[in-house]
């Protein structure tokens, strides 16, 4: 089993900057796989950024160039650097994790919503005010 802790949202204006960051623990295999994903209110959980075993990453088009994945092996920890914040990048942020065969197989999971992947966190907030 993996257990995903998130923590460090809150409530900036836009054009701020927050970070996420996300403990994990468990077996390492189950989570050489790990992102961050998002749900907006009325809305489907989306894919932000995926990470793979091999350090290559995957974005949503709306935050590249804004938004930084990074891991910290040593603490188990996943971070998410978050610049120029817009209203509209407010939702719940989940930290989320799986087993992936290859980091091609990893990185596409990031357009496949909830089933794709195995393991969650229970979420922090985001709010981004105009």
């Known amino acids: 089993q993996v257990q995903l802790v998130e923590s460090g949202g809150g409530s900036v204006q836009a054009g701020g900057s927050l970070r996420l960051s996300c403990a994990a623990s468990?077996?390492?295999?189950?989570?050489?796989?790990m992102g961050w994903f998002r749900q907006a209110p009325g809305k489907e959980r989306e894919g932000v950024v995926i990470?793979?075993?091999?350090?290559?990453?995957n974005y949503l088009d709306s935050v590249k160039g804004r938004f930084t994945i990074a891991q910290d092996n040593a603490k188990d920890t996943l971070y998410l650097q978050m610049n120029s914040l817009k209203p509209e990048d407010t939702a719940m942020y989940y930290c989320?994790?799986?087993?992936?065969?290859?980091?091609?197989?990893?990185?596409?999971?990031?357009?496949?919503?909830?089933?794709?992947?195995?393991?969650w966190g229970k979420g922090t907030l985001v709010t981004i005010s105009s």
């Open positions: 468990g077996n390492t295999w189950r989570r050489n796989c």
């Open positions: 990470i793979a075993s091999d350090g290559s990453t």
């Open positions: 989320a994790a799986a087993g992936a065969q290859s980091p091609f197989r990893c990185r596409i999971r990031l357009t496949g919503g909830t089933s794709g992947m195995d393991y």
